[in-house]
T-cell receptor, first 121, second 113 residues
Framework: DSGVTQTPKHLITATGQRVTLRCSPRSGDLSVYWYQQSLDQGLQFLIQYYNGEERAKGNILERFSAQQFPDLHSELNLSSLELGDSALYFC????????????????????FGPGTRLTVL | GQQLNQSPQSMFIQEGEDVSMNCTSSSIFNTWLWYKQDPGEGPVLLIALYKAGELTSNGRLTAQFGITRKDSFLNISASIPSDVGIYFCAGQLSRGSQGNLIFGKGTKLSVKP
């Protein structure tokens, strides 16, 4: 168990709909990353938040958005869904301040949640 | 964008055999990570490498950060059935708090008892 939780585990919806995926990082982790995993594209980085602020953006569609809340949990919003959006969506977290200055490596070690499987019909 | 070339794509081996897989890139990475993913689960971090030439072990797993910083390999010794899964390499270009991972396509390992 990585300590990262994601809900729901499975989501089935129709084209054109909007869904929200939720992630709770490991206790104390400040960074949250969202990744999309599809059969043909592998794991692709979508977006990163650090302590409530957007820090980096990857190949995230304009129909997708995310936010990180004061309690550090994050939500990924997917709208106007298309068949091609069907995939596994993973959240990962990293960076525990208590790791200390002698552990800058803590920034790099990302721990993944169990994922949300989204099926768009 | 940056890509990682991971090989082989799949391996089918006998229990007890050693396994070797690698990743190469045209970009220089500051960090290499190796993950294992079981069906229906999220990737699990196996080994993290931070320095060119670094060799790190985790039980029967050994990984190395290539001298050129453009490659890494993972070895599994004396494979067992529970080693079955998909192994991913991941590289990170930036240090610090901005550090998304770039993943290889994975190596699917099957172990025959």
């Amino acid at each position: 168990d990585s300590g990262v939780t994601q809900t729901p585990k499975h989501l089935i919806t129709a084209t054109g709909q909007r869904v929200t995926l939720r992630c709770s990082p490991r206790s104390g982790d400040l960074s949250v990353y969202w990744y999309q995993q599809s059969l043909d594209q592998g794991l692709q980085f979508l977006i990163q938040y650090y302590n409530g602020e957007e820090r980096a953006k990857g190949n995230i569609l304009e129909r997708f958005s995310a936010q990180q809340f004061p309690d550090l949990h994050s939500e990924l919003n997917l709208s106007s869904l298309e068949l091609g959006d069907s995939a596994l969506y993973f959240c990962a977290s990293s960076v525990r301040p208590s790791s200390g200055l002698d552990r800058p490596r803590a920034y790099n070690e990302q721990f993944f949640g169990p994922g949300t499987r989204l099926t768009v019909l | 964008g940056q890509q990682l070339n991971q090989s082989p794509q799949s391996m089918f081996i006998q229990e007890g055999e050693d396994v070797s897989m690698n990743c190469t890139s045209s970009s220089i990475f500051n960090t290499w990570l190796w993950y294992k993913q079981d069906p229906g689960e999220g990737p699990v971090l196996l080994i993290a490498l931070y320095k060119a030439g670094e060799l790190t072990s985790n039980g029967r797993l050994t990984a190395q950060f290539g001298i050129t910083r453009k490659d890494s390999f993972l070895n599994i010794s004396a494979s067992i059935p529970s080693d079955v899964g998909i192994y991913f390499c991941a590289g990170q270009l930036s240090r610090g708090s901005q550090g998304n991972l770039i993943f290889g396509k994975g190596t699917k390992l099957s172990v025959k008892p």
